[in-house]
């Protein structure tokens, strides 16, 4: 598949076999409902993984069966912050990972003729400046409910921000980054553009229909 990748360096694109072999899954329009609600918490567990890199973590003592040895323990509260209804599908597998994190909430909707986000929830922890906030979406297109996401995250204090996506889209790629260049994104697949409905082409269809069965 052809792919286009903007060259900014706060983009990564996990490209390794496993998530590319989910994102296959995804992709396939014969993929019904449950087999897709599978595969996007598997690419999520994929993406949880790279984004939590650069956490922090700090020495613990232990005994091995064997010895006295010194461990390392991640430090420091995530927030998962799944934007809500397409988010909610890679929360289980966020949670696998890391199952003390903290959820907070974004309900946005696209509007179908504007392609313009409504908010219609927000439920989010305080002090969300002590938080890595990673957020959940499996679609970046025009990059407007993600800009307004980032935007309220950063009004409630939040300042380590990271975004996890199964397909980015070059249009809200480019805005995005330029927008929150202190904010790293993750995608599994960067696909180079919007049809006339502002949906991600090839991308993988509606993620919040398919996870749910609403098609
Ligand atoms: C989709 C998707 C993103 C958004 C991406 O959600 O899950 O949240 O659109 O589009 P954008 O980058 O152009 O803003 P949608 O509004 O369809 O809601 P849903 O998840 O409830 O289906």
């Not at 694109?13 to 899954?25: E, T």
């Not at 567990?45 to 010194?70: N, Q, Y």
Request: glycine share 6%; proline share 7%.
């Amino acid at each position: 598949m052809s792919e286009t990748r903007p060259d900014v360096k706060n983009l990564h694109v996990v490209d390794g076999p496993l998530s590319q072999h989910k994102l296959a899954v995804l992709r396939d329009e014969r993929t019904r409902t449950p087999d897709f609600r599978q595969a996007m918490k598997e690419l999520a567990l994929i993406m949880v993984a790279e984004a939590t890199r650069s956490m922090p973590t700090r020495p613990v003592s232990i005994r091995t069966p064997l010895t006295e040895t010194e461990v390392e323990e991640i430090s420091g509260p995530v927030c998962l912050v799944p934007v809500l209804r397409a988010g909610l599908g890679m929360l289980d597998g966020a949670l696998a990972l890391l199952p003390t994190a903290t959820v907070g909430f974004m309900g946005l909707q696209r509007d179908e003729e504007t392609a313009l986000p409504v908010e219609y929830y927000v439920n989010l922890p305080s002090n969300l400046d002590e938080y890595l906030v990673l957020v959940l979406d499996p679609m970046l297109a025009t990059g407007g409910s993600l800009s307004a996401t980032i935007d309220k995250l950063k009004e409630e204090g939040a300042t380590w921000i990271s975004c996890l996506h199964a397909v980015a889209a070059v249009p809200g790629v480019e805005r995005l980054t330029r927008e929150h260049p202190d904010v790293t994104f993750y995608a599994a697949a960067v696909d180079p553009e919007l049809d006339d409905r502002s949906f991600i082409v090839p991308g993988l269809g509606d993620a919040g229909d398919r996870l749910y069965g609403t098609l």
